[in-house]
């Protein structure tokens, strides 16, 4: 399991280096788990389509912790969001968790497909039932939602700019979104 130090670091080494772990969640007993295969980066104040860029405020708070938190929120009043915060203490910064491939759910003591579609932030959040509740917990066994490494290493990555943030002006062309091109 990856553990704080992980996340206490540069928040675009966090997005890119997330690429090809497990992402696991376990609750009321059940396990999900899939390979992290899309990542965006939001790093700190100067960034226009980071959160945080307005200050701190009962909602952007936990992205001024030290990284290793879970930050989830709402938007279009429909999809929770999955983040990661990153970072030492009051450098607001936080990567979100766009997709997984080979999504899995345990049944029978053995992981086996999850028919869910996880290609998306907000289809991840619901097959994973990731919720606010785990909003300011740390990432770890104990709040049900963790990464761990894989035996996975993605042979091509590429870098894009960021999705659906077009209003943050010169930021919105950061190459900071990471994909698993191939396996």
Known sequence: MLDKSFFVRDTREVARDLLGKYLYREIDGKYYRGIISETEAYHGPDDLACHCSKGKTPRTEIMFAEGGNIYVYLIYGMYEMLNFTTMPQDFPAAVLIRGVIFPQVRKGGKFVDLQDRTDGPGKLTRAFYVDRRLNGKPVGKTTGLW?????????????????????AKE??????????KKL
């Open 147 to 167: 990464v761990e490494e894989s035996n996975i290493t993605p042979r091509e990555i590429i870098r894009t700019p960021r999705i659906g943030v077009d209003y």
């Open 171 to 180: 930021w919105k062309d950061k190459p900071w979104r990471y994909l698993i």
